[in-house]
């Protein structure tokens, strides 16, 4: 096994070039210089500003390249924030804008709020007394600052708040999230640094049972019967990494990284071919369904509350990647603004896939088999109690997938004797909520140019007739979505649905649009009321497709600020203009993700749950694109070079 060195490159050749430590600095240094920064100021967001996809489509190598930088910067003394664009190549601030967090929404939580929320809890006395009540500590309840939502409660309009619960620690090993304070919460204004509220609903046991998943008092011996599996590449990977450009067979892509999103893939190509200019997970919620007086406000946005993958992790070999395996690192900044970087954030390598295709045939005696091969682009990230694997996969096919792996521990909450109708219970007395985990996937979509439209594909039952008379016919019901109001869909697997991006003036040899289908998993969109706050703010998760004209300022299903935003911002307010999308440059968004009902196997620790989604294409090629994959076996995988024809 081989990590192939990854050492950074801070020289600039392209506009979508990965960030460096130094155009960190040099964006601080342009910021200080325009007097935007005191000693109370924290950078709340720091990630590249993409140029607007022409700029990038008609970039020449070698040419001029102006490097930009958004950043959102929070003064943790008045609560005040302002949204700036900065120039590193012209050393200037191109754009501030003051936000007003009543009807813009608040920049995320940092984490020097996250630091400072139990010395503000546990200096008030409302909240260590509700804690004495119950025979805790103060100081072995962990507290967790939670973001608030917005749900027009007295007093907090303008003012930057989260919710925190309690967590009892037994000692600095123990695992807390097994012993959760329920029936407890608190409301804090974090720019007062003080305690707003404290609502105490009731006295609850504190669940008492260990989930130290990782001690072996608790876990028992570990199994001693698994063989060791070792993957190898004794010439070496096929693909070719050169910056932040990766070729592989006949792909052709960039990767970049940013704090919100984590990993971003660019200009996705198949043999020079057009596919994808854009993919990433431009955001997630997790809404709860427990109505309790202390949870019903439970919904978090990982990646506009949080910024999650500012938390990525740095992936071990054999741990988290197998095999001949590239890193690359990371660089964000952290909370004053100076560079970060993240080492070995995003993991890159192929891996075999099982069959690609087979055929044995009775007529001409051939035997053929070739081998299925993918490669992987992946990082992790912890937030919270969860962490989160997302995986893009490219295939010898042409066939692009998404993938995320859901592990980590359950946000817990105490379960009551007499059970509950919106929890599991997961341990004696321990409950883990219902909850959903809902993904929006930004797919800037560019299928052989620029000009796309969506067609919606379905089985379509054909009742008996004169036409069926044995009623066995069903066809393919294809509509075309043609406005923003009317591509705004649920998947339906009782009918196949999927929806094909097609690319109307370009045709294969049969005289149709080339096109990929984006094939969803169904699962249900939000389950949240329609009055509900939750739904205003995260309208994107009701539907699982929706496609809007480019705009380059639209990157956010939620909006850009979705931190106590009251809701309306992004999809719903852009698509509300019902643009053309029909051969226009479009935009393809698709929500997926699993309902959770937790089951007593996920905890003390939860085995990966799937998600995710599948680009196929169809009608993009002629024919099979993977006859020339060579037999990797042999005269065991091919008898070809022994058949002759007369």
């Known amino acids: 096994m081989t990590i192939i060195d990854a050492a950074s490159d801070t020289r600039t050749t392209h506009p979508l070039d990965l960030a460096a430590e130094a155009e960190v600095a040099s964006t601080r240094d342009v910021l200080a210089e325009a007097g935007l920064l005191t000693e109370h100021t924290r950078w709340a967001f720091f990630a590249p500003e993409e140029p607007a996809k022409d700029d990038v489509l008609a970039h020449q190598l070698g040419a001029a390249v102006d490097r930009r930088f958004r950043v959102v910067l929070l003064e943790l003394d008045t609560g005040a924030s302002r949204d700036v664009v900065v120039s590193v190549t012209h050393r200037r601030v191109d754009s501030v804008r003051d936000l007003d967090p009543a009807t813009t929404g608040q920049p995320p939580i940092i984490d020097t709020e996250f630091e400072m929320i139990e010395e503000i809890v546990n200096a008030n006395p409302e909240w260590t007394q509700a804690l004495r009540r119950r025979g805790l500590d103060p100081a072995m309840v962990r507290s967790v600052p939670l973001s608030a939502g917005a749900y027009d409660l007295p007093g907090e309009e303008g003012r930057r708040i989260v919710r925190s619960f309690g967590f009892h620690q037994n000692h600095p090993k ?3 999230w097994a012993h959760p304070v329920d029936g407890l919460v608190a409301y804090v204004d974090l720019t007062r640094r003080e305690v707003l509220e404290v609502i105490d609903h009731g006295l609850l046991p504190v669940p008492e049972e260990p989930g130290n998943f990782d001690d072996p008092a608790q876990v028992g011996p570990t199994r001693t019967t698994l063989k060791p599996i070792e993957i190898t590449q004794p010439e070496g990977p096929s693909f070719t990494v050169e910056g932040n450009r990766v070729q592989w067979e006949k792909w052709d892509l960039r990767i970049g ?10 200009q996705i190509s198949f043999d020079g071919r057009p596919i994808v200019y854009r993919a990433s997970i431009a955001e997630m919620v997790v809404p709860y369904a427990d109505p309790s007086p202390v949870r019903f406000w439970q919904n978090y946005f ?17 741990c988290d990647c197998l095999g001949e395996i590239h890193y690359l690192d990371a660089v964000i900044a952290d909370d004053l603004g100076q560079p970060k970087s993240i080492r070995n954030a995003i993991c890159l390598h192929e891996e075999d896939h099982g069959v690609l295709w087979k055929h044995s045939d009775l007529f001409t005696e051939s035997s053929e088999t070739r081998r299925q091969r993918r490669m992987v682009f992946s990082f992790f990230t912890p937030i919270g109690n969860y962490d989160y694997g997302f995986y ?3 295939y010898l096919d042409g066939t692009i997938q998404c993938e995320v792996k859901a592990t980590g521990i359950l946000f817990t909450s105490a379960y009551p004797e007499e059970g509950s109708e919106y929890a599991s219970e997961v341990a004696p007395g321990l409950g883990a909520p219902f909850h959903q985990h809902l993904f929006s996937a930004r797919l800037d979509m560019t299928v052989d140019g620029t000009r796309n439209a969506v067609d919606e594909i379905e089985a379509q039952r ?6 069926n008379p044995h009623g066995n016919a069903f066809r393919r019901a294809r509509t075309r979505l043609t406005s ?9 697997n009782s009918v196949g649905r999927t929806w094909h991006i097609v690319n109307p003036d370009k045709l294969n040899r049969y005289g149709n649009p080339v096109g990929y289908a984006l094939r969803p998993e169904g699962q249900p969109a939000l389950l949240a009321d329609e009055s509900s706050s939750i739904r205003a703010r995260a309208t994107f998760a009701t539907r699982h497709l929706w496609v809007t004209k480019y705009d380059p ?9 979705v931190n106590q935003n009251p809701g309306g911002d992004g999809l719903p307010r852009w698509t509300a203009a019902d643009r053309n999308v029909d051969g226009e440059d479009i935009v393809v968004w698709h929500t997926f993700g699993p309902t959770h009902f937790p089951r007593p196997e996920d905890w003390p620790v939860m085995p990966v749950d799937h998600a995710g989604f599948t680009l196929k294409p169809s009608g993009f090629f002629d024919r099979n694109p993977t006859l020339d994959v060579p037999a990797t076996g042999g005269a065991r995988c091919s008898n070809r070079g022994e058949r002759h024809v007369d």
């Open 174 to 176: 123990d695992h807390a």
């Open 257 to 266: 990284f940013n704090e919100r999103e984590g990993l971003t893939l660019h």
């Open 302 to 318: 990982d990646c506009g509350e949080y910024m999650f993958a500012r938390y990525a992790n740095s992936l071990e070999l054999g």
């Open 462 to 467: 054909v009742p008996m007739s004169e036409e």
């Open 553 to 561: 300022a639209q990157r956010y299903p939620a909006g850009d600020f």
């Open 392 to 394: 893009w996969y490219l």
């Open 484 to 492: 923003e109001s009317n591509a705004q869909r649920l998947a339906d």
